[in-house]
């Protein structure tokens, strides 16, 4: 597949499932907005298991592996194109090893800066601004993260594959930059997608794309709202008997309720909407969030950006 693809200086950002659902908001909204397309899939079973298996309606399912998928973006202006690597979940063993073939496969198509877009959860109150920490290969890099006036991840660690990925790269003499989106600690089981909205923002100024964020940013302002109400319910109830992670856990343990018939139906209308307008899409998205049944439905989500023969 990477023979058949002639891309213009590509960039690639890779997302994985973590904390705040930060980067994969941010790559979603990529692959929406920019009306992506699927070249490719990145098999890498012999490193993950199946550790459950979905019932649906009593029947048992076949179990599956996570799976992980290229998209891409051909830039009208004809100066970067744009590749996302998106994974369902991180392999238990073989990182290294994992990354190294994701890299091989980057290399062929043309791939030099690479991105990871993580979460870094901080003390902030959800109502403040989202800060970026950066951190790059090289001192060039640094140079380049500070011109745009971002905080600088002086020490510490990259966890995971948002790390790992960037740290085989560099032994190969490639590339790579993290931007890093701040979110409340006591939150982290929550989607933030104030956090995936600066990623985006500073990732549209270093490459010059242009792109829409009303959906971004009115989703990002809906959940800055209910987090600022659940942080005050508990400051009120507070009284040292429990903590505001303890607080929190139990106002997140709600029994999930199953979508109605009314809910379904409007589900089938959006993916028939993002079926004619991928840039739709992300509206579709965020619906399956709040219903919490996105799992259910990501393949076929994901079938949307298959390119059209």
């Known amino acids: 597949m990477a023979d058949e693809l002639k891309l213009k200086h590509p960039w690639m950002v890779a997302v994985w499932p973590g904390m705040g659902?930060?980067?994969?908001?941010?790559g979603y909204y990529l692959l929406a907005k920019l009306e992506m397309y699927a070249v490719a899939e990145y098999e890498a079973n012999d490193l993950f298991d199946v550790d459950h298996v979905e019932v649906k309606e009593g029947v048992i399912q076949v179990g599956k592996r996570p799976r992980n998928r290229f998209f891409v973006w051909t830039d009208p202006k004809h100066k970067h194109d744009i590749v996302v690597f998106l994974g369902e979940a991180q392999p238990p063993i073989g990182k290294y090893h994992f990354c190294r073939k994701l890299l091989d496969y980057a290399r062929e198509l043309g791939v030099e800066p690479l991105l990871t877009v993580?979460?870094?959860?901080?003390?902030?109150?959800?109502?403040?601004?989202?800060?970026?920490?950066?951190a790059a290969k090289d001192d060039q890099g640094v140079e380049e993260l500070k011109r745009l006036e971002l905080e600088m991840l002086e020490d510490g660690n990259i966890s995971g594959?948002?790390?790992?990925?960037?740290?085989?790269?560099?032994?190969?003499?490639?590339r790579g930059t993290c931007l890093l989106g701040e979110m409340p600690h006591i939150f982290h089981q929550l989607p933030f997608?104030?956090?995936?909205?600066?990623?985006?923002?500073?990732?549209?100024?270093?490459t010059g794309i242009e792109m829409d964020f009303e959906e971004l940013t009115e989703q990002a302002q809906t959940m800055e709202k209910r987090l600022g109400e659940i942080l005050t319910q508990i400051e009120k109830t507070y009284g040292g008997q429990?903590?505001?992670?303890?607080?929190?856990?139990?106002?997140?343990?709600?029994?999930?309720?199953?979508?109605?018939?009314?809910q379904k139906q409007r589900i089938e209308k959006l993916f028939e909407q993002a079926t004619k307008d991928r840039s739709k899409a992300f509206e579709l998205k965020q619906e399956?969030?709040?219903?919490?049944?996105f799992?259910?439905?990501?393949?076929r989500f994901l079938d949307l950006f298959k390119k059209s023969e």
Not at 288 to 293: A, M
Not at 295 to 299: A, G, L, N, P, Q
């Open 295 to 299: 799992k259910e439905y990501e393949d």
């Open 118 to 134: 993580p979460a870094m959860a901080t003390q902030m109150h959800p109502e403040q601004r989202s800060r970026i920490f950066g």
């Open 21 to 26: 659902s930060v980067a994969l908001t941010a």
């Open 288 to 293: 399956l969030d709040h219903l919490q049944v």
């Open 161 to 174: 594959l948002n790390g790992v990925l960037l740290g085989a790269a560099a032994e190969l003499g490639l």
């Open 242 to 262: 429990q903590s505001e992670e303890e607080s929190f856990g139990q106002e997140s343990s709600q029994e999930e309720e199953r979508p109605t018939s009314a």
């Open 193 to 206: 997608p104030k956090a995936s909205l600066a990623i985006l923002e500073v990732f549209t100024t270093i």
